[in-house]
Nanobody
Framework: QVLLVESGGGLVQAGGSLRLSCAAS????????VGWFRQAPGKEREFVTT????????YYADSVKGRFTISRDNAKNTVYLRMTSLKPEDTAVYYC?????????????????WGQGTQVTVSS
């Protein structure tokens, strides 16, 4: 069992920045790939980014590439999502998720454990 807790969401103006954190407890965190997904009202949950167990592989959705950066600190059992140049269309609930795949996936089904989410609202 892995428990995930997201934090760092909030209200920010377009062009601004936020850093989300995903803190994990339970089993060895370094054994899990971690992804970030988001879900806007009335829309399906969509892939944002993911990072492999050691942090050596990262993947991004085209919509956030160049603006968002994922990183992890296994000593602190935490994954971070640095978001810059935020746009109103980035508004959503952001979820982190953990999975056992060696090559981290882009589908929600690739992840077994999920946090409760943190709201990010970008005003125009």
């Amino acid at each position: 069992q892995v428990l995930l807790v997201e934090s760092g969401g909030g209200l920010v103006q377009a062009g601004g920045s936020l850093r989300l954190s995903c803190a994990a407890s339970g089993r060895t965190f370094s054994g899990y790939a971690v992804g970030w997904f988001r879900q806007a009202p009335g829309k399906e949950r969509e892939f944002v980014t993911t990072i492999s167990r050691s942090g050596g592989m990262t993947y991004y959705a085209d919509s956030v590439k160049g603006r968002f950066t994922i990183s992890r600190d296994n000593a602190k059992n935490t994954v971070y999502l640095r978001m810059t140049s935020l746009k109103p269309e980035d508004t959503a609930v952001y979820y982190c998720a953990a999975g056992l795949a060696v090559v981290p996936g882009r589908r929600p089904d690739d992840y077994a454990y999920w946090g409760q989410g943190t709201q990010v609202t970008v005003s125009s």
